[in-house]
């Protein structure tokens, strides 16, 4: 009886020893936030000294605000949204406001965010009156028993839910719509009326998304993958899609596994492309699995599969992505991506063309 008595007092003495190690370790976590807003042909002569700075700061602004959000103990899930919330009330980029046109002449807005703590997730597709898609995706996932929503009923869900609703031609602007026409007119293409609301024509500021013939195989799409200190990771990604697509057309990024995905036995990933191919790879997915099951670092992953399988099908765009324990990697072969990344204690880095570290 004393033998026994001592041992589950020496047992009790260790896990007292142990259980404050532990406890400081289960706080040890450091957030991180990544962040793009789109791949594609965004070359130095076309977008200019106005144009680089502009999308520079405006990367530089959203990357921050998630930080600020991460940094006063708030979940990664709060600050893939407020990243989002930012680039998609920004014009200059393919998301909410500044979104692309469909070939009738409307924004058809897609979006998505994933918890890896727990992989719920929530999307949306051919939003057209909710300010905020992300929001929206974030509504689904936490306010109803789907994943995915797509059509008017997804706006109706939107009101009910209390998010802010706008008419359409809130997400107009003058050089998403030129751009429009300048494509339809090249190919051919009869060009709808201008949308009922908007604006008189005016000057189009630079948009780098589309190369100078406003070609249409360049993409815009914006994305956060972030890390919290309860050490919990989180995706979302926003889009307006492709220009000039068939009305109702979805690509990737309201898809789960295609264009986003996070799980904490994983990575998280936010994709930006050509939406059909990384439907077709399951790329978000595939990153992730190559991270879990074959112990690929998370830029290795990344690689291969934006450099040798999504090219081996003639598929171009980019990723970013980051695992549990903070390491994170952007991959993409377009000729740039307008990307951001910061650790905490860190320095923030913003690039935008390949060559660029």
């Given at each position: ?16 020893a ?50 600020k ?23 200059l ?59 008017p ?28 026409v ?98 077709r ?13 074959k ?26 992505a ?27 880095e ?8």
């Amino acid at each position: 009886m004393k033998s026994g008595l001592k041992v589950c007092v020496l047992v009790g003495a260790v896990a007292l020893a142990v259980a404050p190690g532990l406890a400081q370790q289960a706080q040890a976590h450091h957030w991180s936030i990544v962040v793009h807003g789109g791949a594609g042909v965004i070359e130095r002569p076309a977008l200019g000294p106005k144009g680089d700075a502009a999308y520079r700061a405006a990367l530089t602004t959203a990357t921050e605000a998630g930080a600020k959000v991460l940094d006063r103990g708030g979940s990664a899930l709060d600050a893939v949204e407020a990243v989002l919330n930012i680039l998609e009330d920004d014009p200059l980029f393919n998301a909410g406001r500044g979104a692309v046109f469909t070939s009738e002449g409307k924004n058809e807005l897609d979006s998505s965010i994933m918890d890896g703590s727990n992989l719920k997730a929530g999307a949306v597709a051919g939003v057209t009156h909710t300010r905020h898609p992300i929001s929206l995706a974030r509504a689904v996932m936490e306010k109803s028993p789907y994943v995915m929503l797509a059509g008017p009923g997804t706006d109706a869900f939107g009101a009910r839910v209390g998010l802010e609703q706008v008419d359409p031609s809130f997400f107009f602007t003058e050089a998403r719509w030129q751009s429009l026409v300048k494509q339809l007119t090249k190919e051919g293409k009869p060009v709808p009326s201008r949308p009922a609301g908007a604006p008189p024509p005016g000057e189009a500021v630079p948009v780098a998304f589309y190369d100078e013939a406003g070609d249409s195989r360049s993409h815009g799409t914006t994305g956060v993958v972030a890390l919290d200190r309860n050490g919990n990771i989180a995706a979302g990604t926003s889009t307006g899609g492709l220009q000039g697509k068939m009305p109702g057309r979805v690509g990737d990024s309201p898809i789960i596994g295609a264009g986003t995905y996070a799980s904490n036995q994983s990575c998280a990933v936010s994709a930006t492309g050509s939406g059909e191919y990384f439907i077709r790879l399951g790329v978000a997915r595939e990153i992730c699995n190559l991270v879990a099951f074959k112990g690929m670092g998370i830029q290795q992953a990344a690689d291969q599969v934006i450099h040798q399988e999504l090219e081996a099908l003639h598929g171009d765009g980019g990723v970013i992505a980051l695992t549990p324990d903070g390491q994170t990697a952007f991959s993409f072969n377009t000729p740039g991506m307008f990307r951001a990344r910061l650790a905490e204690g860190g320095k923030l880095e913003v690039h935008i063309y390949k060559d660029e570290q």
